[in-house]
């Protein structure tokens, strides 16, 4: 009987049992983010849309092939009258009508088009491929920002997480410098004014530990919501500050992060499209010549069978050439000119906005590298002070204010390092967006 009961408390045991947290690097983390991300997702639709413009383009080139067919009921007859003493030359004898429908009448045709000369066609077709490689390249820089979005908000989360851990930390201290405090002060060592001190202290960290927690965990639900993770979900993140990339040695040249950038390669791209737009409206001044095959069947009977029936084969061209179309043309014409040089204009104005960004964010990577070193030497300098002081206050030579202010301009520094590494990071990661270069 104990047996079976205790086969029951472990399996209760197992079921209440809270599940554990499941860990994600940064590189788990960015590959949810490259399969569910929504931004992504519509800039995929945007490459298959342009697979479908591509095929569209290349059948207007190639012959269609149309079948017809048709069934009449006659629901009453048709006559011809003709004079037949007339017709053969033997007097007027009256008109005779002739029955000449039947109650069943069919026909078929089939007929193949051909365009054999279209400007529209052969500018149609490679307008399809440029927007097929411009949406490649949005996509591309679409992957871009968002991975190095990804990347930031990965590390801000560890950040905050390091934040409400050292919060944490400090409360836990306080806690049991106020412990330690409640003992003497029940022995008679210190007075009830440094125990309420040690007590202030303790109760002034919690609603900041509480805040630091909150942020951490709201952290998380952004992380969720951008790789798909659903929200339910108890999540942790695996890395640290650890290591950072090293600074670059100087800026790259200006002309090689062109090369690179996929946005500022798709706006070339786009300037070729438009340039493929104009010359298509100029083309629509010029003939379009189509030539055509059709086979025709009809018959025509009063049962349900095929009889008097006829085949026709016929064959030719159609030319078709705008002489006035009202102006409209002209104003296509123009539109598309205007596009055109809209885009250059962007081209033109994205280039200064390229090389501002990558001066500016390069400055920021250095500031932020060099903000490291100093913050590390305030970090290892505050760590000695607030280890003095919590010695000597434990022997009684330090004050409560005393300790706290240590045990402030602790945290500060602590928190102050890992925001340069990590505003380092983040300049690292803008760094590799600007340049072209995210991995």
């Known amino acids: 009987m104990l047996k079976y009961i205790s086969l029951i408390f472990s399996f209760t045991f197992i079921l209440i049992r809270p599940a554990a947290a499941d860990t994600y690097d940064l590189e788990r983390f960015l590959s949810l983010v490259r399969d569910n991300s929504k931004q ?127 919060s944490k930390s400090a409360e ?48 998380l639900n952004n992380l969720r919501n951008l790789s798909g993770i659903p929200v339910d979900t108890s999540i942790e993140l695996e890395g640290d500050f650890d290591e950072y990339p090293p600074m670059p040695d100087n800026m790259m040249p200006f002309e090689s992060v062109l090369r690179q950038r996929p946005d500022f390669n798709a ?3 786009e300037e070729k499209l438009r340039s493929t737009n104009l010359s298509a409206k100029k083309s629509a001044f010029l003939p379009t010549l189509t030539g055509s095959f059709v086979y025709a069947y009809s018959a025509q009977s009063d049962y349900w069978k095929l009889e008097q029936d006829n085949g026709l084969l016929m064959a030719g061209v159609n030319l078709s050439i705008p002489i006035y179309t009202g102006g409209y043309l002209s104003s296509e014409v123009q539109r598309a000119r205007i596009e055109l040089n809209k885009t250059q204009v962007s081209i033109d104005t994205n280039r200064e906005q390229i090389y501002n960004e990558v001066s500016n964010i390069y400055l920021q990577l250095k500031e932020a590298h060099q903000r490291i070193a100093s913050a590390e030497a305030t970090l290892k300098a505050a760590e000695k002070a607030f280890q003095i002081a919590e010695t000597t206050a434990q022997n009684g030579l330090a004050t409560q204010l005393q300790l706290k202010d240590a045990r402030l301009g602790f945290d500060q520094a602590t928190m102050n390092y890992y925001a340069a590494i990590f505003d380092y990071l983040n300049a690292t990661f803008q760094w590799e967006r600007v340049t072209g270069r995210v991995e």
């Open 40 to 166: 992504l997702q519509l800039a995929v639709k945007e490459k298959e849309l342009a697979k479908v413009n591509k095929r569209q383009a290349i059948s207007t080139a190639l012959p269609r092939v149309a079948l017809q067919a048709d069934y009449t009921r006659n629901l009453t007859d048709y006559y011809m009258y003709a004079d037949l003493g007339e017709l053969f030359g033997g007097g007027d004898d009256g008109a005779v009508k002739f029955k000449v429908n039947r109650t069943n009448e069919y026909s078929a045709n089939i007929a193949l088009q051909q365009t054999l000369f279209s400007p529209s066609v052969g500018s149609a077709i490679k307008a399809a491929r440029q927007y097929q490689k411009l949406t490649d390249l949005a996509y591309e820089a679409n992957e871009q920002g968002v991975i190095s979005a990804a990347k930031s908000m990965f590390y801000q989360t560890l950040l905050l997480e390091k934040f409400w851990k050292i």
């Open 172 to 219: 836990e201290n306080a806690k049991d410098n106020y412990d330690n405090m409640s003992m003497k002060f029940d022995n008679g060592v210190v007075s009830e004014f440094e125990l309420l001190q040690a007590e202030v202290r303790w109760k002034n960290i919690i609603p900041e530990t509480a805040k630091a927690r909150r942020n951490y965990e709201m952290a």
């Open 267 to 269: 706006l070339l791209w």
